[in-house]
């Protein structure tokens, strides 16, 4: 099973990089939406896969799942949301006053 | 002696204030006081009974860098002309610049480069050598600029700047290989190691290391450049820096280094050959020089040449003969210096074609140039000095070893023809000058002022110096005892107290300097027949032009070279960061042969799961070919949906909870946003580009895979998670495990991740409601 989410993620960070690499905004905040989805499974799956019962004590359950990867993940989840929202909200901003979500034609000042 | 070294530098403090009344009273009559405090201090050194004297004072003991200051004869010789010359020149100044000069600036920028000369000659630690090293470049580029109006002294500051500074720091290069070589900062401990240094594998590089310092400092060829573009300073500057100390700095460092290398063949064949070079070039080519100061920049690079061969002989009477020649070269060039400020004082110019018929306006001037000029030109006379350095540097070419392989024999057999070649040509620039400038027709009509002869003050200077010239020429065994062989001995121990007569009898060296005056006084009346080789030898090609194609290729070709990455487009930036990850990351997997693939310790697998990872890597590449905005965002959606149930397979109920909410949240923020982006194109990449993408996409995606697997296959060490599952309750207080972990164990994260969401909120905020632009909206 890791194997497999191990490749699901490999995909995830394809797409999210190729998204990334696209000239449009909203593609770009795509991107980063699917690297942070791969970001979070790769973690998860370091601390193996499906070994025990949810992290929540109970006297009749001896193995957990590892409850350490799990804080992460949550720390990185909201985060990651945090960030997406900012990027949102600064796209959205940035094509109104450029009139313009291509990323290539945002060049600031041109030198000298 | 540290006193004597840093007083210039401290009484650098208050020139400026001194400077304030300038009006009422010259600036440099307060400074004078300064170096003739230093020379009269330096001064009682001399005699015959002299020892070498060193004192210590700490500055940073565990680096090994400290103020080692050590006074040998040649540390005397160079004091005693910085301190004497410094004051002429200081005195000179006096008179040769107007009271609306920046004289604060002139006179700290000179203060600081005494402190620094004296620190040069003075050092016994190698750091504490280049530290002053350094400090009389950038005070001489201070100096060179000081009319920083002008075009071309900013052009020859930068110049000289460049170029020492190159030199300085190869410099530095050999110094540091030599204090690990020999693990000591102390030059003397340094020549006590001799057979450790020349047994060294590192010893060329060390040799042209330090070659290069002294080299470009003492304007050898082909770094004799900026000598002449440094003219552009104030003529005392020129006296002082760049006839009498600065670029004898150069010949310091080599006359100080030789115990060193002076057994080594290589060190014998570079310096020799450089300065016999350099002579040659710089003789020959400062017959053509128009402008008065330029000949003596040529000239000076010359006899700068002339010593440095000297230094390269390394035989006892080379070697006698060179700290001679400094000594010389220092009285007469100095006086030169500051006879052709007084005729660009009192005429206007310093183009030599303009001038004429001088002599019987200037007399006095003219005498002294008299007296300099057949000096410098070795003319047989008994009170000149310059003909006994030349006899002697004769002397010294034809009692080379002939030793050693068959090119220094060759190189042996050469050099006495090359120096006479130089010296005709030494001959006939120095007439050039004299008879160009005093005798002839006066043009008078050409001059932008009526010449008349200078005030004696400033007079002054210069008389001093050209007493020096006769009475080192009359008798020229005044300071040998006292001075010089101590000077010597410094250099090469085996020199012996030398009596320099004016007559040797019929010898080659005689004969030589009769056929360098024949030769020369012929090619001097001759001048104007022949000076038509010089459009054919330099003819266009230059070492200037070199330099400055130089400079300026490196110009346009590094604005090339970075305006061909930084183009502006974040996605080329974005590429080269992924590329270099990806290249970076495979060679270090490939290299220590990272990739490990184990299988038998893996959870099991369901159909539902599968299904689910199934819907996933569809919609994950849905979101790639999709041009609707709407879908795509949908698309995302179901990823982000698929994530929770992943979480919820593999037990993890909070990060399921959490991964519902947010994604909930985003679907919907995403959606407020659909209004107001644009809506999605399909824009057109060249298909190279979509290759590209493709291949850093792909590869970056093998990668996280390849990098997971082979993290997950190997196992170094246990989990510290038993701990969190044991005292979550007994500790924290809580079955929830991972919430203990985030508000107890490591509440520090859930800190600061609350306050990134604050900041983001606020950030949103600030985005939506601040208008820096009110009239936009």
Known sequence: MEIIILILAGILFATAIYNLLQKQLLRIIIGTVLLSHGAHLVILTMGKLKRGNPPILDDAVTT????????????????????????????????KENNTDNMEEMRGETNE | MIFAVFLPLLFAIIVPFLSKAKHKIHTGIFVVFIPLAIFLYFIRFIG??????????????????NFDFYLDGLSLLFVLLISGIGTLVVFYSIYYLHVSEKLGHFYVYLLMFMTAMLGVVLSDNVYLLYTFWELTSISSFLLIGFWNHRERSRYGAQKSML?????????????????????????????????TILTSNYLPLILVLILLGAFTKSAQFPFHIWLPD???????????????????????????????????????????????????????????????????????????????AMLGFGT?????????HILNHATFK????????????????????KLGGLLTLMPISATLALFGTFSMAGVPLPFLNGFYSKELFFDATLDLEQSGGSFISFLSEAIPYLA??????????????????????????????????????MLLSPIVLVLGVIVIGLFPNLLNGSLLTHAAQAVNQAVELEHVHFWHGFVPALYMSLIVVIIGLILFLTRKKWSNIYHVLPGKFSFNKVYDKGIEKLDTYSTSVTNSYMTGSLKLYMSIILAVILLATFFVMYATDGFVLKTDNLADINLIDLAVVFIMVLAAIATIFVHNKLALIIITGIVGFGISILFVIFRAPDLALTQLVVETISMALFLLAYYHLPELRKIKDTAKTTTLNTILAVGIGTLITMVGIAAHSSNWFATISDYFVETSYKLGGGHNIVNVILVDMRGLDTLFEITVLGIAALAIYGLIKVRKNKEAE
């Open chain 2, 163 to 195: 170029i020492t500074i190159f030199g300085g720091l190869s410099m530095l290069g050999g110094l540091i290989l030599l204090s690990i070589i020999t693990e000591t900062t102390s030059i003397r401990m340094m020549i006590e190691q001799v057979d």
């Open chain 2, 334 to 353: 100095g006086s030169l210096f500051m006879i052709a400020g007084i005729i660009d004082h009192e005429t206007g110019t310093r183009d030599i074609r």
């Open chain 1, 64 to 95: 957990y799942t590892d409850p350490l990867p799990q804080a992460l993940i949550l720390t990185s989840i909201v985060i990651s949301f945090g960030i997406t929202s900012l990027l949102l909200v600064l796209s959205y901003r940035t094509a």
């Open chain 2, 420 to 457: 006479v070649f130089a010296s005709i040509f030494t001959f006939v620039y120095s007439m050039y000058l004299f008879f160009g400038v005093f005798t002839g027709p006066k043009k008078l009509e050409l001059l932008p002022k009526k010449p008349h002869e200078a005030p004696i003050g």
């Open chain 2, 48 to 65: 015959d009974d002299f020892t070498p004297l060193q004192q210590t004072y700490n500055w940073i003991p565990s680096l090994g860098i």
């Open chain 2, 230 to 308: 440094a003219m552009e300073a104030p003529t005392p500057v020129s006296a002082y820096l760049h006839s009498a100390t600065m670029v004898k700095a150069g010949i310091y460092l080599i006359a100080r280094f030789s115990p060193i290398f002076s057994t080594y063949e290589w060190f014998f064949i570079i310096v020799s050959i450089v300065g016999i070079v350099t002579m040659i070039w710089a003789s020959y080519m400062a017959v053509r020089q128009t402008d008065l100061k330029g000949i003596l920049a040529f000239s000076t690079v010359s006899q700068l040449g002339m010593i440095m």
């Open chain 2, 316 to 324: 006892e009477a080379a070697i006698f003969a060179a700290v001679f």
